[in-house]
């Protein structure tokens, strides 16, 4: 079955640590994004990548960083410059950067910070 | 820039009762909108979407929307609720920015269906 996997789901930390979200995709898709969730505010664009070795900043990329060495992974650092870090990480792809394109969600990482 | 706005962060139903969740988009451009549910500590998964053609758009369990531009509106309904409906809803457009795909979400409407 294909489809984007993310790990783990759930992930604790202490502050001033640095750490690193998976996703990976087996859908063959060009685009890949990164998204954070807080209740209440939706999902808001951290960083987004249309192809191999290239990405660019999102919403809110700051204290946060992101590769893309491979077409299937799309791993998210999260750094301790971060102010708030706790939040639900949903990693997700697209076909491409066509407008009519759906994007496909992962299961999602939960961080907490303390 | 592009926008939308789901009227209620949390709608009650019946089991039984129609289903109406409100989108209201703000777009410079014809708009391609869609309605994506997630269930507790899940992702998100696309119930339908809009970008040509015909107005009222079916998606997958039984969920229905239609685009009407002249209200700016993509109103989500489906006509009877199941307890299995209850779940976040979340409206979105997409857009061109910077030469790619940028969607913006909806804060969320959460559904609750009373038994």
């Known amino acids: 079955d294909g489809g984007i996997t993310q790990s783990p789901k759930y992930l604790f930390r202490k502050e001033g640590q640095n750490v690193t979200l998976s996703c990976e995709q087996n859908l063959n898709h060009d685009a890949m994004y990164w998204y954070r969730q807080d209740p209440g505010q939706g999902l808001r664009l951290i960083y987004y990548?249309?192809?191999?070795?290239?990405?660019q900043k999102g919403d809110i990329a700051e204290g946060y960083s992101v590769s893309r060495e491979k077409k299937e992974s799309f791993p998210l650092t999260v750094t301790s410059a971060q102010k708030n870090p706790t939040a639900f990480y949903l990693c997700a792809s697209s076909r491409g950067s066509t407008l009519s394109y759906e994007q496909y969600f992962g299961p999602g990482t939960r961080l907490t910070v303390t | 820039a592009q926008s939308v706005t789901q009227l209620g962060s949390h709608v009650s139903v019946s089991e039984g009762a129609l289903v109406l969740l409100r989108c209201n988009y703000s777009?410079?451009?014809?708009?391609?909108l869609f309605w994506y549910v997630q269930y507790p500590n899940q992702g998100l998964q696309l119930l339908l979407k809009y970008t040509t053609g015909a107005t009222l758009v079916k998606g997958i369990n039984g969920f229905e929307a239609e685009f009407k531009k002249s209200e700016t509106s993509f109103h989500l309904t489906k006509p009877s609720a199941h307890m299995s409906d209850a779940a976040e809803y979340f409206c979105?457009?997409?857009?061109?920015?910077?030469?790619?795909?940028?969607?913006?979400f909806g804060i969320g409407t959460k559904l609750q269906v009373i038994p």
């Open positions: 777009s410079s451009v014809p708009p391609y």
């Open positions: 990548s249309q192809i191999v070795n290239d990405f």
């Open positions: 979105a457009v997409s857009s061109l920015a910077g030469g790619y795909q940028k969607v913006t």
